[in-house]
């Protein structure tokens, strides 16, 4: 009789301290699934996660932008576009990237003699010049400055082979000069005494 009235007992105050028990400090509330106290940010942490009453701390690979926001990133900034998760890049319109890192200048058509420099625009290699939108030739004034160009380095050969032997002749005579010259004084000389 006694142990059923014990048992009744704490059958009808069970409901009761289910509900009246925890509270939780300011900047905490309760989280009904763990039954636990967890910091509350006023701010939705982005990318983050609420560590304490409004502090967000980033999750791996994100930066600090503000108190709560963090951004992703990207150790190679997005050239041309943006990074939208940590080491991802997306592209701006125009480019495309193939490994997430590089965003690259699209060129529909490709470039022949060329390089796709900007969207939708070739610029040619070293001597070619521009057909089209999509082509580069190597037309004849830019061959013939290229053979000028070898002309000219030639030309420097040539004249540098002529200028020394020019050089070595000059020092030849002069050495045969003044062994004349000394070979009249000496004659001079002789034909005084
Ligand atoms: C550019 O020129 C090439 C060679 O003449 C030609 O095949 C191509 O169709 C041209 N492209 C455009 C866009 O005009």
Redesign the pocket.
């Known amino acids: 009789m006694l142990g059923r009235g014990i048992f009744l007992l704490v059958f009808l105050l069970l409901p009761a301290s289910q509900t009246c028990h925890v509270l939780c400090q300011n900047g905490y509330e309760l989280d009904s699934t763990t039954n636990r106290c967890i910091p509350v940010c006023s701010t939705p942490c982005c990318n983050g996660i609420c560590t304490a009453p409004d502090k967000c701390e980033c999750l791996d690979g994100y930066v600090r932008e503000s108190d709560s926001i963090c951004l992703p990133h990207c150790e190679n900034e997005c050239l041309n576009g943006y990074c939208i998760v940590p080491e991802k890049c997306a592209c701006k319109y125009g480019y495309s990237t193939t490994d997430g890192k590089i965003c690259q200048p699209i060129c529909d ?1 490709g470039c022949v003699n060329g390089f796709c420099s900007a969207p939708g625009e070739c610029t040619c290699n070293d001597g070619y010049s521009k ?5 580069c030739i190597n037309v004849p004034t830019v061959e013939a400055h290229i053979m000028t160009n070898k002309t000219l380095l030639f030309g420097l050969i040539g004249t540098s082979v002529l200028l020394l032997i020019g050089v070595v002749m000059y020092i030849f005579r002069k050495r045969a000069n003044s062994a004349f010259e000394k070979e009249e004084q000496f004659g001079t000389y002789f034909s005084i005494n």
């Open positions: 058509g057909l089209n939108a999509t082509n």
